[in-house]
């Protein structure tokens, strides 16, 4: 099975703070994204990438980078927190260019003070 | 973009009953999937379905791509089949584009 683990369950972070949200895939999927999940809203992508050091914005890239050096670690950045940045943060991953089958972490519960 | 809805969007149930879900779209897909999110969050993926029909135990999954909508069928529910529901369809360019989902509540 696939596995990808997302570093932290649950973070709280200040306002103006700059957040690393990191996540690890165990299976050389060359997909890897990331979404955020807010009530009402449902899942949204942020970013994805398809490659090493290769990203695409996905629907909400605003207030947000990632970074990919190495294929089986995809980060999401925070350059400085903000409250409406409050949110359910998942990664996922897929094997590759044909849009397989989506396999998610478990997620990061992020909240802004 | 694509447009997703799921129906119902609320599902109570008791144990041992049937349920439909259903997810309509607003194009052509060339790729369908089903999860299911537990209580805690994680989603599970369940079926990759762009046409056709699939069965994973009590689950089974159609999708009519021509008519744009999938089905997903849960058997003799249990108290575990609790969570949300979701249908995704791909926008193209790796995006998948997901539905508002489904709530499904199975009481003992």
């Known amino acids: 099975d696939v596995k990808v683990t997302q570093s932290s369950r649950y973070l709280v972070k200040r306002t103006g703070e700059k957040v690393f949200l990191e996540c690890v895939q165990d299976?050389?999927?060359?997909?890897m994204f990331w979404y955020r999940q807010d009530p009402g809203l449902g899942l949204r992508l942020i970013y994805f990438s398809y490659d090493v050091k290769m990203k695409e914005k996905g629907d909400i890239p605003e207030g947000y980078s990632v970074s990919r050096e190495k294929k089986e670690r995809f980060s999401l950045i925070l350059e400085s927190a903000s409250t409406n940045q409050t949110s359910m943060y998942l990664c996922?991953?897929?094997?590759?260019?044909?849009?397989?089958?989506?396999?998610f972490g478990s997620g990061t519960q992020l909240s802004v003070l | 973009g694509i447009q997703v809805e799921q129906s119902p969007p609320d599902l109570i149930l008791q144990e041992g009953a049937n349920s439909t879900l259903r997810c309509n779209f607003s194009d052509s897909v060339n790729n369908l999937q089903w999860f299911h999110q537990n209580p805690w969050g994680q989603l599970i993926n369940l079926f990759y379905i762009p046409s056709g029909t699939k069965q994973n135990g009590r689950l089974s999954a159609t999708t009519v791509a021509t008519e744009r909508y999938s089905l997903l069928y849960i058997s003799s529910s249990q108290t575990t089949d609790s969570g949300v529901y979701f249908c995704?369809?791909?926008?193209?360019?790796?995006?998948?584009?997901f539905g508002q989902g489904t709530r499904l509540t199975i009481n003992p």
């Open positions: 299976m050389d999927h060359e997909n």
């Open positions: 995704a369809v791909d926008q193209g360019a790796q995006k998948l584009v």
């Open positions: 996922a991953t897929n094997r590759g260019a044909t849009n397989e089958k989506l396999f």
